[in-house]
């Protein structure tokens, strides 16, 4: 028998994993987890680049294979605090998890979620200080989020809270292993993610409205409804990528970033797929989520491909 990666295929026994560990691996979300993956090598590659740091890191694929898979794992132990905190609403929207399936206990997930923290801050402090940090703030947000005094439940206030750590925080903790965190253009870049994440979380609560509504959590879906909620979320995804040009003009960003601007693209197509629904049969939620995890792996992509060719001069001609 195959192995079967969807989520909502139900469990059984495979040739190789049993129902118990595929629930285990659920219970990580591994969909989830390619953007902090690939986002933070990007960044880190990017930092390394910019801050020409070759020559100090000669092995600076390991540095940036040890930091990102932190990274990662930090994302693992929310994904698993958050399913072990929300089981009850699971099984309302969500009954295909490992949790309400009975396959995982909410104490057990919760167990691994902090043994996936503790390794993470290990992990984190051992490639640099501000690094350690980045992840210890990332950390804090996500587990107020998830635990008392559970930011989740409060309207909007919500959206900003997760948007921190997975825009702004996860871009400076990335930049900072091997440049200044500090620097105008990871501060402005991790702005721009955190101002989209803020409008772009929506997409993840369509799946959930009547389970949110049921364990006292508001969210703009639940509370507007989705066609009010896609228009108070378009300017924060639309905008910052809009606004490219003008932080070039005033000299936050190099003339190079300027192609960047073509996410404002993306960003409609988000928006338009967020208003019409549409689930996806195989992932766990609508295709505007997923197509938004797919915009900020290629946003962060982008960014470090003009980079490059930005720091070699060969987008000369955009000057």
């Known amino acids: 028998m195959p192995i079967k990666l969807t989520m909502k295929e139900p469990y059984s026994k495979t040739r190789f994993l049993s129902v118990r560990f595929r629930g285990y691996f659920d219970l990580l979300r591994p969909f989830t987890l390619a953007a902090p993956l690939f986002v933070s090598m990007f960044i880190m590659f990017s930092s390394l680049v910019y801050n ?56 057990e997930a919760q167990s691994i979620a902090y043994l996936f923290y503790l390794f993470a801050l290990l992990r984190a402090v051992t490639i640099n200080v501000w690094f350690g940090i980045f992840v210890f703030l990332i950390m804090i947000f996500t587990v107020t989020y998830s635990l008392p005094p559970r930011i989740k439940r409060f309207l909007f206030i919500n959206q900003i809270w997760i948007a921190i750590p997975r825009g702004l925080l996860g871009i400076l903790a990335s930049w900072s292993v091997f440049g200044d965190p500090f620097q105008t253009e990871p501060l402005v870049i991790g702005t721009i993610a955190f101002l989209f994440f803020t409008g772009a979380m929506t997409t993840k609560d369509i799946v959930d409205r009547e389970a949110d509504r049921r364990t006292g959590i508001k969210t703009l879906v639940n509370t507007f409804g989705t066609k009010k909620a896609a228009l108070i979320s378009l300017p924060f995804m639309f905008l910052p990528f809009a606004l490219v040009p003008v932080l070039i003009n005033f000299g936050f960003l190099k003339y ?17 797929l967020l208003i019409n629904e549409s689930e996806s049969k195989t992932l766990e939620n609508v295709y505007a989520w997923s197509f938004m995890y797919l915009e900020y792996l290629f946003f962060a992509l982008g960014f470090t491909i003009l980079i490059i060719f930005g720091e070699m001069g060969t987008l000369a001609f955009l000057a």
């Open 256 to 272: 190079y970033f300027l192609p960047l601007t073509i996410f404002t693209v993306l960003s409609l197509i988000v928006f338009v």
């Open 52 to 107: 020409d740091r070759f020559a100090e890191f000669p092995d600076w694929w390991i540095t940036i294979g040890q930091a990102s898979l932190t990274l990662t794992f930090l994302n693992a132990a929310s994904n698993a605090l958050n399913q072990a905190t929300d089981a009850e609403a699971d099984k309302i929207s969500k009954p295909y998890r490992p949790i309400p399936r009975g396959v995982v206990e909410p104490a």
